[in-house]
């Protein structure tokens, strides 16, 4: 528990309690390191039963990234997460990056989603490009892949008529 009447003090707690994200500022932009260590005994329940059927929650997830996949590779200047050799990828957020010949951009994927009312999510920023770390001006493609790759809804309840819905919208941005 934290208690203050210190404005200034409560936003930076609040700050750095959420993995140093401000509140109102960019989506999954920390400014600060902070944590986020808040588990309630409802929480680990939970989680506890999501382990008991995780076979099946992987199976959805990727279930939905090959749905995403077969429709979205199919268009030119399309990549999506990789799957190495013996490896298996849990798919948590299927992920499209727009090859740079294509123009599209992060702002132009993020407002055509949110005209259709479709929650998509900026993809990751690099870790040296937070304030709170060191610069690194060489790592190019680590600042680049965000500026035109997003995240694609991926609820395990999702529809197909609502991943069409989501497909159509990065088709119709490839067209314009």
């Not at 995240?151 to 497909?167: G, R």
Request: aromatic fraction near 10%; include cysteine.
């Amino acid at each position: 528990m934290f208690v203050t009447n210190d404005e200034s003090l409560y936003r930076k707690v609040l700050a750095l309690s959420n993995h140093g994200r401000v509140p109102g500022g960019k989506q999954f932009f920390p400014e600060y390191i902070g944590f986020k260590y808040k588990m309630s005994n409802l929480q680990a329940a939970i989680g506890c039963a999501q382990m008991e059927r995780i076979e099946e929650l992987v199976s959805r997830k990727r279930e939905i990234f090959r749905y995403y996949a077969e429709r979205i590779l199919a268009m030119p200047g399309l990549t999506m997460n990789p799957e190495k050799p013996g490896t298996v990828n849990g798919y948590w957020m299927p992920t499209v990056v727009f090859d740079a010949q294509t123009g599209v951009t992060r702002e132009s994927l993020r407002a055509a989603f949110a005209n259709e009312n479709i929650d998509a999510r900026v993809f990751f920023h690099p870790l040296s490009g937070l304030p709170m770390f060191v610069a690194q001006p060489q790592n190019r493609l680590a600042r680049d892949i965000p500026r035109r790759a997003i995240n694609l809804p991926s609820f395990h309840d999702i529809m197909t008529e609502e991943q069409d819905q989501v497909v159509d919208v990065i088709r119709n941005v490839l067209n314009d």
